[in-house]
């Protein structure tokens, strides 16, 4: 299978997966990994970018929730046939809980930080700081 290099350096907000190290990491992981795959060619994708960044940041002080992306463009999935069966369409953002790495949740629709926070807040004990939004969101 396609793998691009693991980087280097994987120290920021959002950690960088590529097909060597999916598995590895996730099964590795003892906290829950959200992780968005994409291809930088897609303007959904792109679109959906800076929603993500936002996730990052909120997400970044957390013990419970690793934040990570994963680029199909220079990667495959095929090594794992339960993420490869729920990546259909890109962008594809899925929740490995912590206690249930081997089924993935896809995140339904939504492109809004509050509708991914809300998502996450189903299976997780996640309250975010009040100071990540604005009083009108809340």
Known sequence: PKSAPPP??????????VSSTLNEFILNSEKDVLVLFYVPWCRFCRA????????????????????????????DIVDNPVV???????????????????????????????????FLQEYTSFQP?????SKEEL
Do not use: C, M, W
């Open 129 to 133: 700081e009040r100071q990540h939004f």
């Open 48 to 75: 959906f970018s800076n929603t993500y960044n936002e996730i990052s940041e909120i997400f970044n002080d957390s013990r419970e929730i690793i934040v990570a992306q994963f680029d199909a463009s220079e990667n």
């Open 84 to 118: 490869s069966n729920l990546v259909t369409a890109y962008p594809t953002l899925l929740f490995f809980p912590r206690n249930k790495k081997s089924s993935p949740i896809k995140y339904p629709a939504g492109d809004s930080v509050e509708d991914i926070i809300e």
């Open 8 to 17: 280097i350096d994987n120290s920021g907000l959002i950690k960088i997966l």
